[in-house]
């Protein structure tokens, strides 16, 4: 492993009391159902990215560390302990995603709209980030979430298109960014984001090529982040890509058009959050 992909192990104060209050309101974050190398310094600031709809994901995607399978039934509570955990944590950026629910007639999305409402409702001057899986392309769904009132709404397309069929069979690059272009189509007001992950066999003029693919989708944000294999049943890394690489991308993106782009080997979708959209305090 590189040096730059070394980080601190987790343990802290700050990290032991977000774990804590997650245990007790009985929710998941993507930061420990993937594995995400940034959790100790996130929860050790106050942070956390909320996992909704449990913690069984109905696809399996090659490069992802969440467990697939038959998911749980929907919690119809979930939308109220999030956003008490966002008060009691004092957010003022708070992310949310979700396992993708392909068993689901609406693939999830009323209880992200639901989400996000409890969030305003008891937290109102925190900012909302989703970050949603492609919903099966059903754009009723995307608007339900849409008119929740998120001023964030991800949606990452992970890899370039050659490599989907291998490293996430039941997506459709097309249609990710299609959902893209339908996000800004119902609210125009609002930020779209999206993210790729770079060292699965990606050819540098394919990742240029996703770029600009997301640009002309509208898209507001990038992330730009190095993948790393969960375990020996996931794809291999082809590549690790040095910090000045991903340096030269961020400026690539930013000529293309993007209003920022969060370029670096430990970048995730939701890391430093707040100062991606631009906003201030504290994000989750």
């Not at 399996?60 to 109220?80: K, L």
């Not at 992200?112 to 754009?139: K, N, Y």
């Not at 709404?153 to 039941?170: A, D, F």
Request: hydrophobic share 40%.
């Amino acid at each position: 492993m590189p040096a730059w992909l070394k980080v601190r192990a987790p343990g802290g104060e700050g990290y032991l009391r977000v774990k804590g209050l997650l245990r007790r309101a009985g929710l998941h974050t993507v930061c420990e159902e993937a594995a995400c190398p940034n959790i100790g310094e996130c929860f050790e600031a106050g942070t956390a990215t909320f996992l909704i709809l449990g913690d069984v994901c109905t696809r399996a995607c090659r490069y992802c560390a969440i467990t697939s399978g038959r998911p749980d039934p929907v919690d119809a509570e979930e939308p109220r302990r999030v956003a008490e955990a966002v008060a009691l944590l004092g957010l003022r950026h708070a992310v949310v995603t979700s396992v993708t629910r392909d068993d689901l007639a609406d693939g999830g999305a009323g209880v992200f709209a639901s989400t996000i409402r409890e969030v305003h409702r008891l937290s109102p001057p925190t900012a909302v980030e989703v970050l949603i899986p492609d919903l099966r392309g059903d754009w009723q769904a995307l608007a339900a979430i849409a008119e929740a009132g998120p001023d964030i709404l991800n949606h990452n397309v992970e890899t370039v298109p050659r490599l989907y069929r291998s490293v996430r069979p039941q997506a459709v690059y097309l249609r990710s960014l299609d959902l893209l272009r339908q996000a800004k189509t119902l609210r125009p007001g609002m930020s779209t984001k999206s993210g790729i992950m770079l060292g699965l066999g990606e050819e540098p003029a394919e990742v240029r090529e996703v770029m600009s693919d997301l640009r002309g989708a509208g898209c507001d944000i990038l992330t730009l982040g190095q993948y790393l294999r969960p375990s020996p049943r996931h794809l291999p890394v082809t590549r690790f890509y040095p910090p000045e690489e991903f340096a030269r991308l961020a400026e690539e993106g930013r000529a293309l058009g993007f209003r920022h782009v969060e370029s670096g080997p430990l970048v995730r979708s939701s890391y430093r959050a707040a100062q991606q959209s631009g906003g201030s305090g504290r994000e989750g």
